[in-house]
Every structure is written in structure tokens, then in C-alpha cells.
């Protein structure tokens, strides 16, 4: 059973900065593409950022400079650096693997507001 857990989300004023982490259990997580998403109210869920298993990224233009993902195999972790944050960033973030064979699974989210 594939499982993801989310972490870091919280409050943070205009400007600010946090990292997500999201550990994978049940599969060979190096082998896998990790994404983050982040869905807005009444929006769409939309992709943020992806990195390959050979550590290739791509991001969303509205996040490109601002935001980081990486990953470390050694902890079957992805991780969000988001720096530069406006109150557009404010969504639930969630985390995504894919497997080799295209299978997906996501995380349960994490609450990011930025706000003053």
C-alpha cells in the first residue's frame, strides 16, 4: 500500500517562507516522479512542480524563482521550498508519486495561507 504524508503547511505573512516534506511508504520511491499540486477554493487542482527520478524539475510559471522541490531518496522524501510567498500562493498543497508503470497516488494535503 502506497502511502504519502504531508508536512509544513501553516500561516505565514506576505514575503515569508516554508518548506513541505512529503514521505512515501509501500514503494521503491527513487524510482518514482513526485509531484506537488495545490488547489485554491473553488479552483481547479493544479501542478506546481515535478521532479524526475534523475532529479530533472519542471515548475509553474507563476512559481518559477520562488519555489524549490528536491527530493532525498535516502529518506523517501520529496520536499517544496517556497520562498517569496503571496497571498495567490494560499491553497492546500499536496503531494503525488507516480510509478514507473503510471500508477498515481496522493497525499492528504497541507493547508498553506499566506496572509498578513
Known amino acids: 500500500q502506497v502511502q504519502l504524508v504531508e508536512s509544513g503547511g501553516g500561516l505565514v505573512q506576505p514575503g515569508g517562507s516554508l518548506r513541505l516534506s512529503c514521505t512515501a511508504s509501500?514503494?521503491?520511491?527513487?524510482?518514482?516522479?513526485m509531484y506537488w499540486y495545490r488547489q485554491a477554493p473553488g479552483t481547479q487542482r493544479d501542478v506546481v512542480a515535478v521532479?524526475?527520478?534523475?532529479?530533472?524539475?519542471n515548475y509553474a510559471d507563476s512559481v518559477k524563482g520562488r519555489f524549490t522541490i528536491s527530493r532525498d531518496n535516502a529518506k523517501n522524501t520529496v520536499y517544496l521550498q517556497m520562498d517569496g510567498l503571496k497571498p495567490d500562493d494560499t491553497a492546500v498543497y499536496y503531494c503525488?508519486?507516480?510509478?514507473?508503470?503510471?500508477?498515481?497516488?496522493w497525499g492528504q494535503g497541507t493547508q498553506v495561507t499566506v496572509s498578513s
Open positions: 521532479i524526475g527520478r534523475l532529479g530533472g524539475t
Open positions: 509501500g514503494s521503491d520511491f527513487s524510482l518514482n516522479t
Open positions: 503525488k508519486t507516480v510509478l514507473p508503470g503510471g500508477t498515481g497516488y
